[in-house]
């Protein structure tokens, strides 16, 4: 509700708690439309530390779902394992999994992960523990335990335990492994390899990288093996091994242009391009790097990180980005200009101001009203779509 996501949760408690008396005397205190008021209290009344009455609250909102026989028993459970383990009593928070048929097991597993990033440092444990319940319940290779396993990575790198990250990936890899998923071992190898180059282990990550070279031959597909190998001569370079930095970027370039995913061609061409950067061959990488430019959309973040550069190759520079703020800026004028009318706008400049677009238009003749909010509309739109290309890319 809206005063929780504010943090007013006094005053959130206060409204919940009278939208419960109007369903108890509505439904009566058995329904389930009782019991869905119940859960975003059990929220509350955790996030407001009232780790008790949050207990009773959520415990009868699953007691009630469990009798009726409702599907919210398993987002009930997930709360309920949340709370128990904010209790720090130690008790199991998923003891009754035993108890629960398979789908309800996986719903459980799908609400805890969809919770975990309220607060990650309580969901990290919470994924913790409901990683080993599903691994005992429903085995390592089921997909929810999978997934619980993929998000609890995700919270190790968020939280900082790139241990706890390192080691849910390398369960994730030896499940895929162990089913013959090879595009998915790919990914997880890959996903591997970066964790273990952040957590400083550069010869467990070059490993990592030959591994997935080995998966990526037996796959067959050019844009695998090109991602292999520009990830691997990225961290090559770091590790100060520029030769074979070099000899993996550029045969990643190679692979990438023998097949049709655009992307990862342009990807990889920017990689290789700031690599001879810093490397101080600044008209080749100026080729290479603007080349990469035109098979990637301008919105991508390979793309940002390109333009920023090639101000500074441009320059003269053999280190630095340049100025990435101009660079987003510019991508973003590309973007807004080719969805706008031509023959009403005769100019769009862009800057960034404060985190934000500022933009100002310059038309060729006077707009209609209708006209004028036809633009708006198309500008508003399009930087919705940019800021969502910019993060998904990410």
Known sequence: MALDVAGRLDEAE????????????????????HAFALEPLADVLLRRGDVAQARQVVEEAVGTYWRSGHERVAAALAARGEIVVA??????????????????????AYAAVDRSARDPMLGKVVLARLADALEERLGPDHQATLNVLSQLANAGRDCGDQAGRVEAIG??????????????????????AMAQDETGDTAGALATYARAQAIADRLGRPEFHAQVLRNWGLALAAADRPAEAEERLRAAVGVADLGTDHEILGRSRIALGLFLQHADRLDEA???????LATLDV????????RSHLTAIAAGRSCGCGDVQGAIADAFREFVLGRLPNDLLADLSVTVEDGDFAINAELRREPTEAEIEHLNQLIQSATAEFRGRLVAGG
């Open 14 to 33: 206060t409204e919940l708690r009278r939208n419960l008396r109007e369903r108890e005397v509505f439904y009566g205190r058995e329904h389930p439309g």
């Open 87 to 108: 209790g720090g009593a130690g008790e199991p928070p998923f003891s009754a999994l035993d108890r629960l048929p398979d789908e309800v097991v996986e719903g459980v």
């Open 171 to 192: 369960k994730v890899l030896a499940s895929y492994d162990r089913q013959g998923r090879e595009e998915d071992a790919l990914m997880a190898a890959l996903a591997l």
């Open 286 to 292: 100026r080729h290479v790097v603007e080349a990469g």
């Open 299 to 306: 919105a991508h973040p390979d793309a940002i990180t390109g």
